[in-house]
């Protein structure tokens, strides 16, 4: 098992902030609570998902089970498994370097899982929108080849009190 699920052509990825002890523990994300895989179930990105949470991540994301779609997903600071974000520091290289790798697997959507991604993202990639709200936020090129790809923004599946998560994540299939 692994913590980054970028190999071969993917349709959306998901990029998280980083991995908790966990997770690494574990060698699998989202495996401690089903939150993230109910919100994609009840948002029809994935059919359901194997009540083992330690194998949910690679059967979605490398072998394409319960899902019509080529997920995948990286955290964007993958050496730090804080718990709390604010003691995450995100520093000039991440972005680049994880766009590079993202841009690899051609991802028509990248799915940013907090504001704190998504505005190192949008400064990296000059979006205006430095504070984006949930759900669409920019069509970007990646520098690599120039293909197109559109930048969503969710709320980060555990720790935002918001109702009705997967409204906001059923957006990625819509546009």
């Known amino acids: 098992m692994q913590m980054e699920y970028l190999s071969g052509k993917k349709d959306i990825v998901f990029v998280g902030l980083n991995p908790v002890k966990e997770a690494k523990k574990a060698k699998a994300v989202f495996c401690i609570r089903s939150t993230f895989w109910e919100i994609l179930t009840?948002?029809?990105i994935i059919e359901g998902y194997n009540a083992d949470l330690k194998k949910?991540?690679?059967?979605i994301f490398?072998?394409?089970k319960d899902t019509k779609y080529d997920l995948g997903y990286a955290d964007l600071v993958p050496e730090c498994d804080k718990k709390k974000s604010s003691d995450v520091k995100i520093l000039d290289h991440h972005v680049p370097d994880l766009l590079l790798k993202i841009s690899e697997t051609n991802a028509k959507k990248i799915v940013l899982l907090s504001k704190k991604v998504a505005t190192a993202f949008a400064e990296k990639l000059k979006i205006e929108?430095?504070?984006p709200d949930y759900g669409f936020l920019a069509e970007c090129k990646y520098s690599t080849h120039g293909k197109k790809f559109k930048v969503y923004v969710m709320p980060f599946p555990e720790t935002v009190p918001i109702k009705d998560k997967h409204k906001y994540y059923k957006e990625i299939l819509a546009k």
């Open 129 to 131: 929108n430095k504070c």
């Open 62 to 64: 490398n072998e394409k």
């Open 56 to 59: 949910c991540a690679d059967e």
């Open 42 to 44: 009840k948002a029809k």
